[in-house]
Every structure is written in structure tokens, then in C-alpha cells.
């Protein structure tokens, strides 16, 4: 199965919160990093879906995004 990045974030907190959301949506949904953050904190992480769900994903993801551009918490 292919998959699409559809966010991106330095922030692990913001990843895992992109994740929750849009597996709520039930969008199954994969973190990536190039580096474990565990030894250095401050890797880029990927948040990736299926290809076949990505205008799903990016859809939601742009319901809760603020104007400013980051995420409504």
C-alpha cells in the first residue's frame, strides 16, 4: 500500500495529536522519522496515510487548522 505525507511537524506532540484526529476519522495513519527522537529530539516527523485517503486527510486536517495556520487544540 502506497502512502502520502499529509503533515509534517518538528513537534512529536503536534504528530501524535494529527495522528488522533485523523484516526478518529478512521484513516489509518503512519508516523515516520529519519532519526529516533529518543536520542535526538528534534527530527522532522512525517505523517502518513494511505494514498487512496489522502484528500480525506487533508480535508479534515484543514477543518482544524486556525487561521494562523497551526492546529486548533
Do not use: C, N
Request: glycine share 6%; net charge negative.
Amino acid at each position: 500500500m502506497l502512502s502520502t505525507i499529509v503533515f509534517r511537524t518538528w513537534s512529536d506532540q503536534e504528530a501524535e495529536l494529527i495522528k488522533g484526529i485523523l484516526e478518529l476519522y478512521g484513516i489509518p495513519v503512519r508516523l515516520q522519522t529519519d532519526i529516533a527522537h529518543a536520542l535526538y529530539p528534534f527530527g522532522e516527523t512525517r505523517v502518513l496515510v494511505p494514498s487512496a485517503a489522502e484528500e480525506e486527510a487533508q480535508s479534515i486536517l484543514a477543518g482544524h487548522l486556525s487561521r494562523t495556520g497551526l492546529l486548533d487544540a
